[in-house]
């Protein structure tokens, strides 16, 4: 039996196109990638860095303004954000073992969630990358962001891997990290703020090329509450190492 060539051809080339398709839109697990960032955050040897900071906070309204604070984070997902008010006094918001409080409910921090997963992104803890893996996967579940849904998408230029959803599904908690390296870039989730209502938040986290900061953290970090600017973090000065105590993260005395 004669088989025609063309058909031949045609063929191969759609077996071809298939097979092509196929290993294009293999997305490497999420697990995987932040693994590989967490792998690469080791090799930094950070035991806690400290943030010299200017906040610009609530811009599109009339209560806009423009402070200094610093943040301190240590490992084991261990933050403190000092904010130096205009009155001379010091608000702070502290947060050790996922757990947030501060001594300005209704003041600078009303609208800051009351969850958040910016300390566990960036020293989530753990001996080894498997153990920061599961801390970090486990603040991920608790903000509801499906690590099992993940799609590409092009952010700031650079394509990214928004674990969690699809560019259409602007409703769904979302991190997106770089595709290439699997650094935070945003993310997207709905939480209770200290004013004890909810919020949608949106964390826009920018500047890693900055000497600044250089890839230890963001020089830049944006929130977004409920469509509208809360506050721009950007970091001015930056040191690491200091040998924070543990009991830091838990106080509300101080600056």
Not at 169 to 174: I, L, M, P, T
Not at 198 to 220: C, I, M
Request: aromatic content about 10%; hydrophobic content about 40%.
């Amino acid at each position: 039996m004669k088989v025609n060539k063309a058909l031949l051809v045609v063929g191969s080339l759609l077996i071809f196109t298939m097979l092509a398709e196929t290993a294009g839109a293999y997305i490497l697990p999420a697990s995987a990638l932040i693994k590989q960032y967490l792998r690469n955050r080791e090799k930094l040897a950070l035991k806690d860095i400290t943030l010299d900071l200017e906040l610009s906070l609530f811009e599109d309204t009339a209560a806009a303004q423009s402070l200094e604070g610093r943040f301190y984070f240590a490992g084991g997902g261990n933050m403190r954000l000092s904010v130096t008010e205009e009155v001379g006094s010091t608000a702070l918001l502290v947060e050790q073992k996922r757990v947030r409080k501060t001594n300005a409910p209704s003041g600078v921090f009303a609208l800051f969630p009351q969850e958040d997963l910016l300390a566990s992104l960036f020293f989530p803890g753990g001996d080894k990358v498997e153990q920061s893996m599961n801390i970090v996967a486990a603040a991920i579940k608790r903000l509801n962001i499906n690590m099992d849904k993940q799609s590409y998408h092009r952010y700031d230029g650079k394509v990214v891997q928004m674990i969690g959803g699809k560019p259409s599904e602007k409703d769904s908690n979302q991190l997106w990290v770089f595709k290439e390296t699997g650094i935070p870039a945003y993310y997207r989730f709905t939480a209770n703020g200290f004013d004890g209502q909810k919020h949608s938040y949106e964390v826009f986290l920018r500047g890693y090329d900055e000497q600044t900061v250089g890839n230890w953290f963001p020089a830049e970090v944006t929130y977004r509450c409920d469509g509208k600017h809360l506050v721009t973090i950007t970091v001015q000065k930056a040191s690491k190492n200091n040998n924070l105590p543990a009991t830091f993260f838990s106080t509300l005395q101080g600056n």
